[in-house]
């Protein structure tokens, strides 16, 4: 099955920084979105982007499925982006419906 | 986007109780997932639900800890069954909305 890697672990940001999460993936996808898991446990839909770039207020992801990655941008980062990142990619004409989650990127904003 | 509601929001257990989550989506679906987060770790895919037929597991998961239920379109449930303290983690179900997943809240178990 396909492997999917995230870097880095985990990232320590002051409130008002930049930052840049990674996603690797073994395989060719025809879809790919990233998610948010607040500190309650909820996984809040942030982009679903199997391929180009796409734009939504302080948050920019780009996915270039042809070199097998994708990366989430954070601008300006407030204490609220604290949480998990996680990328989950789908190849469904090939391992059917199955959605395969990265090992995500644990962020905390300070103040 | 879709509406997925799931209860319980959490729940603490006995060892060796069952517990039953349930999900509901606000249309009719095709296929419904159950997904685990043991703490710390990234989700993993219990079972895929669909209605009419037995659910299809993935590797390591067994009909006889997690059974579920798919009466319908809309809902689904998922047991926890005769459970110890590693069953605690995080349980979500999802859907698919055209191609783009959507989950649920979120059940947080936690067994003593």
């Known amino acids: 099955g396909i492997q999917v890697e995230q870097s880095p672990p985990d990232l320590i940001l002051q409130e008002g920084a930049n930052s840049t999460l990674r996603c690797n993936f073994s395989?060719?996808?025809?879809?790919l979105q990233w998610f948010h898991q607040n500190p309650w446990g909820q996984l809040i839909n942030l982009f679903y982007?199997?391929?180009g770039t796409k734009q939504n207020g302080r948050l920019s992801a780009t996915t270039v499925a042809t070199e097998r990655y994708s990366l989430l941008y954070i601008s300006s980062s407030q204490t609220t982006d604290s949480g998990v990142y996680f990328c989950?990619?789908?190849?469904?004409?090939?391992?059917?419906?199955?959605?395969?989650f990265g090992t995500g990127t644990r962020l905390q904003v300070f103040p | 986007s879709a509406v997925i509601s799931q209860k319980p929001s959490r729940d603490i257990c006995q060892r060796g109780t069952s517990l039953t989550i349930q999900c509901q989506v606000d249309?009719?679906?095709?296929?419904m997932f159950w997904y685990r987060q043991q703490p710390g770790q990234s989700l993993t895919l219990i079972a895929t639900?669909?209605?009419?037929?037995?659910?299809?597991?993935e590797s390591g998961f067994v009909i006889d800890k997690f059974p579920i239920s798919r009466p319908n379109l809309t809902f689904s449930t998922l047991t926890v069954s005769n459970m110890s303290p590693e069953d605690s983690s995080i349980y979500l179900c999802?859907?698919?909305?055209?191609?783009?997943?959507?989950f649920g809240q979120g059940t947080r178990l936690t067994v003593v």
């Open positions: 982007i199997p391929s």
């Open positions: 395989d060719s996808v025809n879809n």
């Open positions: 999802s859907v698919l909305r055209l191609t783009e997943a959507f």
């Open positions: 639900a669909n209605q009419g037929s037995e659910a299809t597991y």
């Open positions: 989950a990619v789908r190849n469904f004409l090939r391992y059917t419906d199955k959605l395969i």
């Open positions: 249309s009719q679906v095709t296929m």
